[in-house]
């Protein structure tokens, strides 16, 4: 069956009183290496099919979500008698509202179109420039590690209200651990792409070797507060999770850093001590990504199964240095006389006129750390997003404009919230890929970011 039949036919089996089938078809290319050999390459397609039943009742409504793969022709009503099994078992969704209809939904053509597939042949710049630099790798005495993947997903969703709407998703991505012979000395390096065209993996690997190259030297320093240069792949992670955690209804209910004391949120007040903004944009260049929401599951206040098909636009969460908006679903919005906001796969933070580099910020620097990535993120306070990790892969020790060595890993204990009030410099934005968070969430646009008094907690044994 393609696609689309899939979705009719699931639709048609239903007996629910509304229905949702989402089939997402995954085409996947990648390579991995190690010790500047590749190892092994290979192209993947799979085939999952979410179907959502939603039935009545006289306690509410209700939702079902079964989603499987490797579904046929035979075992699709299965699939469907699951969902509405599901549903008849659970409780009113606190998250139900009216399914859309076409008239509400993105409008967005190609229904008709097969699934969008990559393969091997997306590495054919790439794959050869990689060749070039485990020769200057093996010369230098480093080895490289690393792994690339290309991926794309063509996404159809039908509903019993008659929406019918398609979207394919490029995603791209290529991590490079580069390490000394004796494994002593270790740095990383990553890119996203959409197809790797504007990968350059001579630049990626001279990145690796002049951080291999500072690492020669290494000074051993204290826990404590440090001028800290936090690189755009640093400030992804931080950013990101702040995203993730300001939903509209734990903040009205009181739970989050983003909830004003006495109830309601914080939004309209100051966060950042300079105009910085953070916004998503379906259309930003690329980084573009799903017009309309796609949920096979309701999360925690943030995504609702029922806003399937939602129309995205480009929404500011924060502007001007103010919260200006919250991750709201229709339900709550409903319930609270808001509009909707839903969440949008891309993230970008920036701030008007500014131009530095991470290179410019080193060059300022009296005294102070710059930072690879950071790792292991974890949340201890939601009621402040105080969160805590690792940094891993270079500490490096800046002294009067230029890295001098390599510092010790130290365990990091800070909020992305409060870090927003105590900006001391902010750079120029830069597409980046997250460390932690790449494999859910790969297009980010951040600047290089410095804060006067980073708190490195303890230190860390990570290597």
Avoid at 38 to 61: C, K, W, Y
Avoid at 346 to 371: C, F, K, Q
């Amino acid at each position: 069956m393609t696609p689309q039949e899939t979705v009719e036919r699931a639709l048609a089996l239903s007996k629910a009183d509304r229905c949702v089938v989402i089939t997402n078809e995954r085409s996947e290319a990648n390579l991995r290496w190690a010790g500047n050999t590749l190892t092994t390459n290979g192209q993947m397609r799979s085939r999952q099919v979410t179907v959502i039943s939603v039935v009545d009742g006289a306690s509410g409504t209700a939702a079902g979500v079964i989603a499987r793969s490797a579904v046929t022709a035979d075992t699709l009503e299965d699939l469907v008698r699951a969902s509405e099994q599901a549903a008849g078992d659970a409780g009113p969704a606190d998250d139900a509202a009216p399914l859309l209809e076409p008239t509400d939904g993105a409008a967005v053509d190609g229904w008709d179109a097969e699934p969008d597939e990559t393969s091997i042949a997306v590495f054919a710049g790439f794959a050869p420039d990689l060749g070039e630099a485990f020769a200057r790798s093996r010369a230098e005495r480093r080895l490289l590690f690393g792994f690339a993947e290309h991926v794309l997903e063509s996404r159809y969703l039908g509903s019993s209200t008659g929406l019918r709407l398609r979207h394919t998703q490029p995603t791209g991505k290529i991590e490079v651990n580069g390490k000394s012979e004796d494994y002593a000395r270790s740095a990383w390096v990553g890119q996203s792409t959409r197809d790797f065209a504007d990968v350059d993996v001579a630049a990626l690997d001279g990145q690796l070797a002049q951080r291999l190259a500072w690492a020669a030297r290494s000074v051993e320093l204290p826990a404590g507060r440090y001028e800290t240069i936090l690189p755009p792949t640093a400030v992804a992670d931080l950013m990101f999770y702040l995203y993730f955690s300001a939903g509209a209804r734990d903040a009205d209910e009181g739970r989050t850093v983003f909830s004003k004391p006495g109830g309601g949120t914080r939004i309209g007040e100051p966060l950042a001590s300079q105009p910085i903004s953070m916004r998503s944009d379906p259309t930003r260049p690329g980084l573009e990504c799903e017009p309309f929401l796609t949920a096979t599951a309701s999360y925690g206040g943030l995504v609702s199964v029922f806003d399937n098909g939602y129309p995205l636009g480009a929404t500011d969460w924060i502007r001007d240095g103010k919260l200006a908006e919250l991750i709201r679903t229709r339900a709550w919005a409903a319930k609270t006389g808001a509009q909707p906001a839903p969440m949008i796969d891309n993230l970008i933070v920036e701030a008007p006129d500014a131009t530095a580099s991470v290179e410019d910020m080193v060059a300022r620097t009296g005294r102070g750390l710059l930072l690879t990535c950071l790792w292991y993120i974890r949340e201890v306070d939601p009621q402040t997003l105080l969160l805590t990790g690792l940094t891993r892969d270079g500490v490096y020790l800046v002294e009067d404009g230029e890295v001098t060595g390599a510092v010790n890993n130290f365990r990091w204990n800070e909020s992305p919230v409060d870090l927003y009030g105590r900006i001391a410099e902010i750079g120029r934005t830069q597409r980046c890929l997250p460390r932690e968070w790449n494999d859910y969430f790969n297009r980010t646009a951040m600047p290089p970011l410095r804060i006067s008094d980073f708190n490195m907690s303890t230190i860390s044994q990570a290597s």
